[in-house]
T-cell receptor, first 112, second 110 residues
């Protein structure tokens, strides 16, 4: 079945450091890919998405490119802030109105 | 896009009791999902609900669980006889071009 694999955390960075959180997937067909963020004590917020190969999703300085050849959707940000501290979930949706399949989440801790 | 609210925000119950979790869309949508997240773990799909019928459910969604749209607007997730392992965050999500999650209900089973 479909699955998503994320790098284990926590990822600990200093403010203004470069961030990469790896995400790879296994799926039949041509899934859409998502990153969701969960701030402490809150629900899941959509951060960005990409619906086809080579698409780049971006939002709030975060970017991820849909790489079909490597089945990856790594999350990057050039300069993290303390306020970016959260848990980041990579997810896929295979087609249409199907369910989201989530990775295990990666906790990011940014210190001043 | 906070177009889904959930009540209650936190529910504490005794093992064996029934709980009803509510999802309230601000606008009218036909397609909803329920997910759960056990503390510190991944988000897991429970059930999808389209046009007043279950369209898909996971292995987790056993006979203890049910979903309804009792008044044509709210969506409910009922757990008939809660177990300790039902303690989790429960999220509903509405579907348009993507899935937008509500803030969740934290269920604590004692």
């Amino acid at each position: 079945g479909d699955s998503v694999t994320q790098m284990e955390g926590p990822v600990t960075l200093s403010e203004e450091a470069f961030l990469t959180i790896n995400c790879t997937y296994t799926a039949t067909g041509y899934p859409s890919l998502f990153w969701y963020v969960q701030y402490p004590g809150e629900g899941l917020q959509l951060l960005l998405k990409a619906t086809k190969a080579d698409d780049k999703g971006s939002n709030k300085g975060f970017e991820a490119t849909y790489r079909k050849e490597t089945t990856s959707f790594h999350l990057e940000k050039g300069s993290v802030q303390v306020s970016d501290s959260a848990v980041y979930f990579c997810a896929l949706r295979n087609t249409g109105f199907q369910k989201l399949v989530f990775g295990t989440g990666t906790r990011l801790l940014v210190s001043p | 896009e906070p177009e889904v609210t959930q009540t209650p925000s936190h529910q504490v119950t005794q093992m064996g009791q029934e709980v009803i979790l509510r999802c309230v869309p601000i606008s009218n949508h036909l397609y909803f999902y329920w997910y759960r997240q056990i503390l510190g773990q991944k988000v897991e799909f429970l059930v999808s609900f389209y046009n007043n019928e279950i369209s898909e459910k996971s292995e987790i969604f056993d006979d203890q669980f049910s979903v309804e749209r009792p008044d044509g607007s709210n969506f409910t997730l009922k757990i008939r006889s809660t177990k300790l392992e039902d303690s989790a965050m429960y999220f509903c999500a509405r579907v348009s071009d993507t899935q937008y999650f509500g803030p969740g209900t934290r269920l604590t089973v004692l």
